[in-house]
């Protein structure tokens, strides 16, 4: 997932400034409770972070979320915001769903509309799943093996409802040979070869070739059922047909959400949703920093984007509000990308220059520091993903401080003794990344490397970052951004942003142009392999490979301060949700 995707607002231009409030901050206000059984008290700084807060089964109330942006699109098979993929859950459902548990255990994969995770052929290319007993549409009808294959057939339809995940397409029709329900000449617009459905309970999805994280694809919205006769196209992110425990009561395009009990929903065919909230309602607003002050107020009790609280916001819930407040670990790793099409950066050492030349200590608190912003990378795989090593460090940058000697004999290596002149691209509606840009500036400037800064218009991303014709013409040598994974595995995260084969004329997300023929292997090897173990060792050598190549400067394994309010209950992050809280779990405090 990238940045935009997930709509990360962060802080502001001045947030290292703030820096030394944070870490010096240790007032624990809210009252907290030790006991943890939901009696409407904050139990602590952090006490939702990999572990369950406030432990509950008690029912009823509304469950009030805030926002500063809406949902790209809560259509299952368009939407691509983190965020939208979380709170999809309580509408929609899947044939298997990321476990409902905190941390790491959520990576695995559980049945949610299927009675299994699934009966794997020998030789690994052929899926069969059979549906629950008592599953249905908000109207009672039941949910078929056709909804299934027909929600799952929309990703093809990108003339349509383009912007979703194409994990689905890419790896059941790698060739596109289907053109989507839409343009389907099939009687019931049911003709992709590479699902069956031989009855209404049984769906069958065949593989060209094996993938060890199909299970992870299927765990996504795009994977959800929709059923032919209720489905508009364009529109149906304006009403989405529900399947799961709550339903649609209205929606407002950037001002708000209600949903309320689906009365159809049976428990018992749900193994995976608690269900406890009465009323599930979202606010959308403008105002970063009034949402946060209705947070701390009790106005609300979420954020639904979970993008971090604001500098102010941050300081007044860290200084009296602390037992509100957890700083856990995103899944995002911000960096700073080496276009291979932009000279110098066709060559290593000019590339290696930087990673040594950078001041690592002060991209840190250009993102607001270790709690606001992040640990220091060190690598290209970040900590929720499988593969993960900490103490993987070739260029030693958890010292946080640059190697100036080191940083000029590579660029002596590279031709460039005296140093070169270069262009950091940087969006212009991110200020953090703004300061990014400028303390990477500072620092390469001692070297001898003469870096401007270019802000772009953020929105027109695609075209401008993600066009390398365009990013060569500008002589974009420095690319700032972020990636997040679509799944916790070496593909759902490294695949994207170093396989040569994902290089795309626009909308580009390898902004590195990452196309070595021995790393692009190293991505079939590992998805080849169904064991996931044997899987996270073959993506730590494609790791290593993308890390030691210079490629991509990591700058933090981003750290958020997120709210919960005193009346939430069954809270816990989710690795599965890079970070965030496990929407579908929640429960208040009448």
């Given amino acids: 997932m990238t940045t935009q995707r997930t709509s990360r607002r962060r802080l502001a231009a001045g947030?290292?400034?703030?820096?030394?409030?944070?870490?010096?901050?240790?007032?624990?206000?809210?009252?907290?409770?030790?006991?943890?059984?939901?009696?409407?008290?904050?139990?602590?700084?952090?006490?939702?972070?990999?572990?369950?807060?406030?432990?509950?089964d008690k029912k009823g109330g509304e469950l009030k979320f805030i926002a500063t942006q809406d949902a790209d699109s809560w259509d299952p098979q368009r939407g691509y915001y983190?965020?939208?993929?979380?709170?999809?859950?309580?509408?929609?459902?899947?044939?298997?769903?990321?476990?409902?548990?905190?941390?790491?255990?959520?990576?695995?994969?559980?049945?949610?509309?299927?009675?299994?995770?699934?009966?794997?052929?020998?030789?690994?290319?052929?899926?069969?799943?059979?549906?629950?007993?008592?599953?249905?549409?908000?109207?009672g009808k039941p949910v078929t093996s056709r909804d299934v294959k027909y929600g799952i057939e929309r990703t093809w339809a990108q003339d349509k409802i383009s912007g979703g995940p194409l994990w689905l397409m890419k790896t059941l029709d790698p060739d596109q040979t289907y053109k989507g329900p839409y343009r389907d000449e099939s009687p019931d617009k049911l003709g992709l070869k590479a699902i069956e459905t031989p009855d209404d309970?049984?769906?069958?999805?065949?593989?060209?070739?094996?993938?060890?994280?199909?299970?992870?694809?299927?765990?996504?919205p795009a994977a959800a059922p929709v059923r032919a006769d209720k489905d508009t196209g364009e529109k149906y992110g304006l009403r989405v047909f529900s399947n799961g425990p709550y339903k649609w009561v209205s929606y407002s395009p950037n001002k708000g959400l209600e949903l309320t009990r689906n009365d159809k929903w049976k428990k018992d065919s749900d193994p995976v949703r608690k269900a406890l909230p009465d009323k599930i309602t979202v606010k959308i607003t403008t105002n970063a920093d009034d949402m946060d002050n209705k947070l701390i107020a009790g106005e609300y009790?979420?954020?639904?984007?979970?993008?971090?609280?604001?500098?102010?916001?941050?300081?007044?819930?860290?200084?009296?509000?602390?037992?509100?407040?957890?700083?856990?670990?995103?899944?995002?790793?911000?960096?700073?990308?080496?276009?291979?099409?932009?000279?110098?950066?066709?060559?290593?050492?000019?590339?290696?220059?930087?990673?040594?030349?950078?001041?690592?200590t002060s991209l840190q608190t250009a993102r607001g520091g270790p709690q606001a912003g992040g640990d220091i990378g060190v690598n290209m795989l970040p900590p929720a993903v499988k593969g993960h090593d900490g103490n993987y460090d070739p260029f030693q940058m958890k010292q946080g401080k640059p190697d100036e000697a080191k940083a000029k004999e590579e660029l002596k290596a590279c031709g460039k003794p005296e140093g070169f002149s270069t262009t950091i691209a940087v969006r212009n509606n991110?200020?953090?990344?703004?300061?990014?840009?400028?303390?990477?500036?500072?620092?390469?400037?001692?070297?001898?490397?003469?870096?401007?800064?270019?802000q772009y218009d953020g929105a027109q991303y695609s075209?401008?970052?993600?066009?390398?014709?365009?990013?060569?013409?500008?002589?974009?040598?420095?690319i700032i951004m972020g990636w997040g994974a679509d799944f916790?595995?070496?593909?759902?995260?490294?695949?994207?942003?170093?396989?040569?084969?994902?290089?795309?004329?626009?909308?580009?997300?390898?902004?590195?142009?990452?196309?070595?023929?021995?790393?692009?292997?190293?991505f079939d090897d590992a998805i080849a392999e169904i064991d996931p173990d044997k899987a996270a060792k073959i993506y730590q050598e494609a790791n290593k490979k993308v890390t030691e190549?210079?490629?991509?400067?990591?700058?933090?394994?981003?750290?958020?301060?997120?709210?919960?309010?005193?009346?939430?209950?069954?809270?816990?992050?989710?690795?599965?949700?890079?970070?965030r809280y496990d929407y579908a779990s929640l429960g208040v405090v009448k």
């Avoid at 979420?302 to 602390?322: C, E, F, P, V, W």
């Avoid at 075209?463 to 420095?478: C, D, E, H, L, R």
């Avoid at 991509?552 to 069954?570: A, Q, V």
């Fill in 15 to 56: 947030a290292a400034l703030v820096v030394a409030a944070l870490v010096s901050t240790t007032a624990c206000g809210g009252g907290g409770s030790k006991d943890g059984k939901g009696d409407g008290k904050a139990p602590g700084f952090n006490a939702a972070v990999n572990k369950v807060a406030n432990a509950s």
């Fill in 82 to 139: 983190g965020f939208g993929w979380d709170f999809a859950r309580y509408f929609t459902r899947t044939l298997v769903t990321p476990k409902p548990a905190p941390g790491e255990e959520s990576v695995a994969v559980v049945p949610d509309l299927a009675t299994d995770t699934g009966q794997v052929s020998a030789d690994k290319k052929t899926y069969t799943f059979t549906l629950r007993d008592g599953v249905t549409w908000e109207d």
């Fill in 201 to 220: 309970k049984t769906v069958v999805f065949h593989l060209p070739k094996p993938n060890g994280d199909f299970l992870q694809m299927l765990a996504i």
């Fill in 301 to 360: 009790d979420i954020d639904l984007n979970a993008t971090g609280m604001g500098s102010a916001g941050r300081q007044n819930a860290l200084g009296s509000h602390k037992a509100n407040v957890d700083n856990p670990l995103t899944g995002f790793i911000r960096y700073a990308a080496m276009p291979k099409s932009v000279e110098p950066f066709n060559n290593e050492h000019c590339r290696k220059a930087v990673m040594y030349g950078a001041d690592h």
């Fill in 430 to 454: 991110k200020p953090i990344e703004v300061a990014t840009a400028e303390s990477l500036q500072a620092s390469l400037k001692k070297i001898g490397i003469n870096a401007q800064i270019d």
């Fill in 463 to 478: 075209s401008i970052i993600g066009a390398p014709k365009n990013v060569k013409a500008k002589n974009y040598g420095i």
């Fill in 488 to 522: 916790p595995s070496g593909q759902g995260y490294l695949q994207p942003i170093a396989d040569g084969r994902f290089i795309t004329e626009s909308g580009n997300q390898n902004f590195a142009e990452v196309d070595e023929p021995a790393i692009n292997k190293l």
């Fill in 549 to 579: 190549g210079a490629w991509y400067l990591p700058f933090t394994y981003e750290k958020n301060i997120i709210w919960r309010s005193s009346r939430l209950t069954n809270v816990y992050t989710s690795d599965a949700y890079n970070g």
